[in-house]
């Protein structure tokens, strides 16, 4: 939420579209760095 700027609803929004990748620890939901990186890169992709 922090890195992306939104919020809590939108983050599980990308998740749930398989738009952002997260994993699932001890039942908490984490987004590694990568996933963060490869979502921004594809969003500016698409707007250039």
């Known amino acids: 939420m922090t890195r992306l700027k939104v919020g809590r609803t939108k ?3 990308l998740i749930r579209t ?3 990748v997260s994993i699932k620890v001890d039942g908490c939901r984490r987004i590694p760095d ?3 990186c490869d979502f921004v ?3 500016m992709g698409e707007a250039a």
């Open 11 to 13: 983050v599980y929004d």
């Open 34 to 36: 990568d996933a963060v």
């Open 18 to 20: 398989r738009r952002l």
């Open 41 to 43: 890169r594809h969003q």
